[in-house]
């Protein structure tokens, strides 16, 4: 069989949310030895669940982000299932240790430490410091470490120590102002959290450079990233027009940023149907006149060229939605791209799961959990032509890899792992005290 990219790179990782778990299950996918380590006596907000054991009740009232587990229901191991971590969990193992904060758990930690490649975590900047796990402690026992630190807004600044989550960072970054209906302010928006994984994509690339910096010079590495940041960096345009016209961009709505136009989202035939469509070339206008069967409005002087069409916008979208009522969205899709026409169609999840594009490649993978049952996961967002990525475990389960990992990689004795399982270190879930 052929050797994935990062196969023999071990890597540990004490993440939470999305960009730690995210960057590490990257890693993962293309071949890495990702343990994930899970702590007994402390629960770790968002790492496996907002709380350890949800009630059914309490799934009742959230959103699926929190709240979609198996048939809504947390069964009898809640913290395999939180979707959150079902996302990123994939190809990983696990470890359990009692706690971090404790001097045989910090102990148990540094000896993974040792064996290691790359460390990832996410948390906020002081919590590596409180454990006396911080870089400069890591490189004494490993000294050719990597290790990601990727905290919210960075680990110096003035909000180094503000708490933030995605939709905060969102807000931060200026994607908030640049999103959301041009007669409606920020708050209409609704939440998301894009510096969630763009945190962990740049994560991921950095700790692979380092790795090749590795290679070459045998040293190894801090490398921090500002999740913040990874937003802003998206946000390039906007903040150069203020740099160098003194200009503060202003929300859009479904308009095309460059001047294009038509450009919109368009009701559709069906409950709550749409299409987008954009037409950035006198050619894709002139395929969207065929596709609409030429009508005589299309001929009109105020749509006769690119700049009209932009001036004329809200009477030339009521013309193109009078079209796109009448017609299932997919039709529409299909009617624009024959005359060559950016043009898609809205999807909801439902939609996105039966897709027949994503089906025909493959990116909805069948996987077998003991926990969350059998269900269809999103695969890589990549493939490669001589090292296929595939699901090879599914997400990992609470301490699942614990004898692999304290008696093969620690050395532990049966007769010293057992007094570790005696001491509460061995465990397959969280403390029974932990609600």
Request: glycine letters at 8%; aromatic letters at 8%; proline letters at 7%.
């Amino acid at each position: 069989m052929t050797k994935l990219p990062l196969e023999g790179i071990r890597v540990v990782e004490l993440g939470v949310a999305w960009t730690g778990p995210c960057a590490a299950m990257i890693l993962a996918d293309f071949g890495a030895e990702v343990i994930k380590v899970d702590t007994v006596n402390f629960w770790q907000t968002q790492g496996r669940g907002m709380v350890a054991r949800p009630t059914k009740e309490m799934l009742a009232t959230q959103t699926p982000h929190s709240g979609g587990y198996p048939n809504k229901e947390p069964g009898e191991y809640p913290w395999n299932c939180w979707p959150v971590f079902v996302t990123g969990g994939r190809n990983k193992l696990s470890m359990s240790v009692r706690d971090l904060r404790e001097p045989e758990g910090r102990e148990i930690f540094l000896r993974l430490i040792k064996i290691s490649d790359i460390f990832i975590e996410n948390n906020h900047p002081d919590t590596m410091p409180k454990l006396n796990l911080d870089y400069e402690v890591l490189k004494e026992v490993k000294p050719d470490l990597i290790m990601v630190r990727s905290s919210a807004t960075g680990l110096s600044g003035p909000y180094r120590d503000y708490r933030a989550h995605g939709s905060q960072l969102d807000a931060i970054c200026s994607h908030s102002s640049l999103r959301g209906y041009r007669d409606m302010d920020p708050s209409a928006n609704t939440p998301v959290f894009i510096t969630d994984y763009l945190g962990a994509c740049f994560s991921a690339l950095a700790a692979m450079m380092a790795l090749n910096y590795r290679r070459r010079t045998g040293r190894g590495q801090l490398i921090e990233v500002a999740q913040v940041e990874t937003g802003a960096v998206c946000l390039g345009e906007a903040m150069m027009d203020h740099s160098m016209n003194q200009r503060v961009r202003t929300t859009q709505g479904n308009r095309d940023i460059h001047g294009a136009a038509p450009c919109g989202c368009y009701r559709c035939a069906g409950e709550d149907r749409w299409v987008n469509i954009t037409v950035t070339s006198d050619e894709e206008w002139q395929g969207l006149c065929r596709a609409l069967g030429n009508p005589p409005w299309t001929q009109e002087e105020r749509f006769s060229d690119a700049r009209s069409r932009y001036e004329n916008q809200d009477a030339l979208d009521q013309y193109i939605e009078q079209w796109t009522s009448q017609r299932d969205h997919y039709a529409v899709m299909h009617l624009l791209q024959k005359e060559g026409v950016p043009a898609g169609p809205v999807m909801d999840a439902r939609d996105t799961y039966n897709d027949p594009h994503l089906k025909e490649r493959g990116f909805l993978v069948p996987v077998s959990h003991r926990d969350c049952g059998n269900y269809l996961h999103p695969g890589a967002a990549w493939k490669l032509s001589k090292t296929p990525i595939t699901i090879r475990r599914p997400p990992v389960r609470f301490g699942e890899d614990n004898e692999y990992v304290y008696k093969q990689l620690l050395g532990f004795s049966d007769e010293e792992y057992a007094e570790l399982e005696r001491k509460g270190h061995i465990s397959d879930g969280p403390a029974p005290h932990i609600p």
